[in-house]
């Protein structure tokens, strides 16, 4: 069983959880934007003849990561925006008295911002993924130095 009291007792639980929550927030947004300009430089570079790829699984490559990473950062930022609504109305339910019913929506919030994370992750490893065959294209070039 919750302990009600230990959510209606301590608001100091929810005003920090909600700096965090605009924090993580900022975050996936700096991410997102980050790899929007990566996309729109690469198309410009692209049109401009400046970047070339060997063949079309290179192409193909590039492009499976940038597709997989905007969805992922897109369920990220819904989730954490969906949390940051969930910690409001939480702190709404507690501040006009409903512990109960500010604990289950605390607890979605919660629930929310695990699943935020767990995407936030396999971004990242998408991420990696991607540095790593750049990486393994870089040292092929070490013997043209």
Not at 4 to 20: H, R
Not at 67 to 78: A, D, H, I, P, Q
Request: a positive charge.
């Amino acid at each position: 069983m919750p302990n009600f009291e230990l959510f209606s007792n301590n608001i100091t639980l929810y005003g920090n959880m909600f700096f965090a929550s605009t924090i993580y927030i900022t975050l996936v947004i700096a991410r997102y934007a980050t790899l929007a300009k990566l996309i729109r430089d690469s198309r410009a570079n692209i049109e401009n003849d400046k970047l070339k790829f060997n063949n079309q699984d290179e192409y193909s490559f590039h492009l499976s990561h940038y597709e997989k990473r905007l969805k992922l950062l897109r369920y990220t930022l819904y989730l954490t925006l969906f949390a940051g609504i969930a910690l409001c109305a939480s702190l709404l339910f507690l501040l006009m008295k409903f512990a109960i019913i500010s604990s289950l929506i605390f607890g979605l919030y919660l629930v929310l911002v695990l699943a935020a994370l767990v995407t936030l992750v396999y971004e990242l490893a998408v991420s990696f993924e991607a540095l790593t065959e750049h990486l393994e294209i870089m040292r092929g070039w070490k013997d043209k130095f």
